[in-house]
């Protein structure tokens, strides 16, 4: 069996050392910026879609707002947006916004 000889093993712990530090202290990239925030809007949330052009439904057996949202062409977020206190119960009244041109 071969012996390794000293100096080679003496240069391979000195490169393990350097990659270690290397790996260890090299400087971690900085954090992305944080999002900008939304828009500010003029109307409160519940007041942006208060037009003549929404509609009134009556929520059905087995209706969902995403069904709801799906069966009028609409965003969730702005079904839910104008209807935040309902429940969406069989019977109960719910407002349709109209569909955004975005």
Known sequence: MKTIPDWKW???LAAFGLVTAAVVFWPL???PPPPP???ESS???EEAFLTDDMLEYTVQEGDTPES???LFVIRLDDLMAVNRSV???PGQRIFIPPARGD
């Open 10 to 12: 003496k240069a391979a």
């Open 29 to 31: 990239p900085d954090p």
């Open 37 to 39: 925030p939304p828009p």
């Open 43 to 45: 109307l409160p949330a």
């Open 68 to 70: 709801i949202a799906r």
């Open 87 to 89: 429940d969406f119960e």
